[in-house]
């Protein structure tokens, strides 16, 4: 079983910055890729941006330039730095982790309970 535990998000104003943070536990072998997600109220579940155990990353075109996606490998913890938030970056924002687990060997996608990111003068 996979445990993804995120936190960072809020309220904020345009323009401004927030950070997002999410951490893994549980018995897998490796995490291969780790990412965000966002949901908007009455849309689709849409990747942000994600990266590989390779150190790639890449980003959804509308978050190009203002969000940058970090990974510490050794604390298991994908970051997401969003930077001249606007309106529209309003969702609830997902973590998401690709692992191999430990005895199956399988690789099994996993997400977190969310975190609500609201860009509000």
């Known amino acids: 079983q996979v445990q993804l535990v995120e936190s960072g998000g809020g309220l904020v104003q345009p323009g401004g910055s927030l950070r997002l943070s999410c951490a893994a536990s549980?018995?897998?072998?490796?995490?291969?890729?780790m990412g965000w997600y966002r949901q908007a109220p009455g849309k689709e579940r849409e990747l942000v941006a994600a990266?590989?155990?390779?150190?790639?990353?890449n980003y959804a075109d509308s978050v190009k330039g203002r969000f940058t996606i970090s990974r510490d490998i050794g604390k298991k913890t994908v970051y997401l730095q969003m930077n001249s938030l606007k309106p529209e970056d309003t969702a609830v924002y997902y973590c998401?982790?690709?692992?191999?687990?430990?005895?199956?060997?399988?690789?099994?996608?996993?997400w977190g309970q969310g975190t609500q990111v609201t860009v509000s003068s």
């Open positions: 990266t590989t155990s390779g150190g790639d990353s």
């Open positions: 549980g018995r897998f072998l490796s995490i291969n890729t």
């Open positions: 998401n982790a690709n692992v191999t687990m430990l005895y199956t060997r399988l690789k099994t996608a996993n």
